[in-house]
């Protein structure tokens, strides 16, 4: 299967035009590092591929975790995996104000979910500079149009929690139907030392291995939360409200028995 336009625009064989820059605005002044090192990472792949004289090919069979997530585990055997998806939203967080020595408790989290396969199946290294660049671009709220800059990733989904401790996912829209269900954390590990940090210069949140709770369609059995930016809460609540967000982005890979 070759990576669709519409997935990596400037990595089609069809057209080698230089990739669409976003608008820069003075928000984004402070992040330009981010921003810069993917569109250098992507000009280069244009170039290995103008000169390959073909289009990427986009197999996810091909993927291997990567090594940081060793501590996660492999993905039972007999999945496959069904999908990756960049989530860019909130981690959520409750303050007790109340108690002078408080420290936030995660409340969930809030995401869209944008189908990164072909592009992190072709280009592992281009998806992860995609991952960190996109925290730096804001995404409208309940825009199902909406798609991911810097790369106009189209939307596959979304990502929330139906309680304090269950996280959903749903990958199921107009264009694809890939499933949808609950799961459970299995295991975490910290995320990288070399983890990008988040707008505000918050830590990146854990890496996770999730597994299905209950009966998933789609066959969805487990989920792995990597290359995670920001989300991390503050120490303390001390200066913070009763609830507030934290911005992050993040990969999520979707293993599937069907």
Not at 70 to 76: K, N, R, S, V
Not at 217 to 228: H, I, K, N, P
Request: overall charge neutral; aromatic content about 10%; glycine content about 8%.
């Amino acid at each position: 299967m070759r990576c669709p336009l519409l997935l990596v625009p400037a990595l089609s064989a069809s057209t080698w035009a230089a990739p669409a820059f976003p608008k820069f605005t003075a928000a984004l002044a402070p992040n330009v590092q981010a921003i810069s090192d993917y569109f250098n990472i992507l000009a280069t792949k244009v170039q290995e591929n103008r000169a390959a004289g073909s289009a990427p090919i986009c197999d996810l069979s091909k993927l291997s975790l990567p090594i940081e997530a060793e501590p996660l585990g492999q993905p039972t055997p007999g999945l496959y995996l069904k999908h990756v998806a960049i989530g860019r939203g909130t981690q959520n967080y409750t303050c007790d104000l109340s108690n002078s020595t408080a420290v936030p408790q995660a409340f969930g989290a809030l995401a869209t979910l944008y189908n990164a396969s072909c592009v992190t199946s072709a280009f592992p290294d281009v998806s992860a500079m995609l991952t960190r660049a996109s925290l730096h671009f804001d995404v409208a709220d309940n825009d199902a149009l909406q798609r991911l800059a810097p790369a106009d990733l189209p939307v596959s989904g979304i990502h929330y929690f139906t309680d304090g401790t269950t996280p959903f996912f749903g990958l199921d829209t107009p264009q694809w139907h890939l499933g949808e269900g609950t799961f459970g954390k299995n295991a975490s590990t910290a995320a990288p030392l070399t983890a990008a940090k988040g707008k505000k210069g918050e830590a990146a949140v854990p890496w996770l291995r999730l597994a299905a709770k209950g009966t998933n369609t789609g066959g969805l059995q487990e989920v792995y939360r990597l290359e995670t930016v920001g989300g991390s809460a503050p120490a303390t609540c001390k200066g913070m409200p009763a609830s507030f967000e934290i911005q992050y982005s993040t990969q999520y890979w979707f293993y599937a028995s069907s």
